[in-house]
């Protein structure tokens, strides 16, 4: 079957962001021996642990130049060789400096992955089943961090050189992830509109669907003409609308407080009188929470649609973040009160966005100018990201709890709004339908 194929390069692609999540999360295993180790003050040892964070948001922001000029396959190639080398080289780094350039080039794979690993799956998969291909580059974070938790966990307490270890097997997965990378073929949309490699292209797009293909390109050629070619990203008023789309969703994903509550899960627990094994506990059921709806997301995502996902997201996570900062404001704890509800705020964020924002980004921008979209979204997120990791808990010891949650639900009322007013719905049509379409104006 000519989709097995598809399915295969969708997997391929999605291992960068397996990887992702496997390089974002290892640290947390090996920090404190790091610390040790090198002597560490408080001040550079967050400045250890932030710095892979630091090159995410310059991989993410850089992203789409090399995804343009070398194209979708090479910078996925370049990425693992980054996860590579950042792997072996945080393992055997024999000082502190090596460690924190070593940490910072997997810190560029991981933005650059998150800019050019959706935008290749999208541009490969047919319509109606990209939503959920490209939300498998999601999944695979979330099952990277997992997978790095489980590591970490096992490898624990073997010796002196466990950290070495932990951080030196992300290198397996890279290897993998670097030889079936070289298999997959170039985008048959950057190979139209970047190289006008039509023949190249043709062939690409009948292992895609031998029944469409000269209609496909023909679309793919007019939407050449219709993005304004030749136009960067913010010289047309064309791009303006998609633009905005990125930058709310990638906006709304990280306001809504998901780095701060998987960042600082134990903390939160603590601060409604959990003890800390019972707060380690209950940061686990975060992760099994989020890898689980992250999976039934997939599963939905094109049957349902990317706006109706948001919808039901928006709504579960502005009652969840109510029923949370009402807690805090009235110490109505309740034992497991506060970790049940930030389990369900999970599943509703993981269900909606977690799932929708790498597929919609990938989708509203045209072809022409689609590797700089994916960055601006991407950066975007990242940058948000950083922002609220950093200042979340001075925000939570200056304001409390219950204004610290009030004002994240109060963003999620906002997205909703935009969910309503603003959002289109993607599901089932072409990439260059949907070009034509928000050019227009049209919603649905």
Aim: net charge positive; proline share 3%; charged share 15%.
């Amino acid at each position: 079957m000519k989709n097995n194929r598809i399915l295969f390069w969708s997997i391929t692609v999605a291992l960068g962001g397996f990887l992702f999540g496997f390089d974002t999360a290892v640290i947390s295993g090996a920090e404190q021996y790091i610390q040790k180790i090198w002597g560490l003050n408080s001040v550079q040892h967050g400045f250890t642990v932030s710095i892979a964070l630091i090159g995410t948001v310059i991989g993410a922001l850089f992203g789409g130049i090399p995804s343009d000029r070398i194209g979708r396959k090479m910078t996925l190639f370049w990425i693992a060789v980054l996860y590579l080398i950042s792997a072996l080289g945080s393992a055997f780094s024999t000082n502190w400096y090596l460690f924190m350039v070593f940490r910072f080039l997997g810190g560029l794979g991981v933005g650059a992955s998150s800019v050019a690993a959706p935008m290749y799956i999208s541009e490969i998969s047919p319509a109606n089943k990209r939503g959920q291909l490209v939300a498998m580059f999601q999944f695979n974070v979330v099952f990277g961090i997992v997978i790095a938790y489980i590591s970490n966990y096992f490898i624990a307490g073997t010796g002196p050189n466990a950290w070495r270890w932990m951080l030196g097997v992300e290198a397996v997965p890279a290897i993998v992830f670097l030889s079936l990378v070289l298999k997959i073929p170039r985008s048959p949309r950057w190979l139209i509109l970047k190289r006008n490699l039509v023949e190249e292209a043709r062939a690409v797009l009948e292992l895609i669907n031998p029944a469409n293909v000269e209609e496909t390109l023909r679309n793919i050629q007019q939407s050449k003409h219709e993005g304004n070619s030749g136009s960067g990203l913010f010289k047309s008023k064309i791009y303006r609308l998609p633009i905005l789309l990125a930058f709310l969703i990638a906006f709304f994903n990280q306001v809504s407080g998901i780095n701060a509550i998987i960042y600082y899960a134990p903390r939160i627990f603590e601060m409604t009188g959990l003890g800390e094994s019972s707060a380690l506990l209950s940061t686990a059921g975060i992760g099994i929470v989020n890898f689980i709806f992250t999976l039934l997301a997939m599963r939905f995502i094109d049957q349902f649609g990317r706006r109706k996902l948001m919808l039901i997201g928006s709504i579960g996570l502005i009652i969840t973040l109510g029923l949370v900062s009402r807690a805090f404001y009235t110490e109505s704890f309740g034992g497991m009160a506060v970790p049940i509800f930030l389990f369900i705020y999970i599943a509703f964020f993981a269900f909606s966005q977690g799932a929708v924002i790498w597929v919609f980004i990938s989708e509203v921008f045209p072809n022409e100018v689609r590797a700089g979209g994916q960055a601006l979204g991407s950066f975007t997120h990242w940058f948000m990201a950083a922002l609220i990791a950093f200042s979340f808990p001075a925000i939570t010891e200056k304001l409390g709890g219950g204004t610290t949650f009030l004002i994240f639900a109060i963003m999620m009322v906002l997205q909703l709004l935009f969910v309503l007013r603003l959002m289109p719905e993607t599901k089932g049509k072409s990439l260059e339908k949907i070009q034509s379409e928000i050019s227009k104006g049209k919603k649905e």
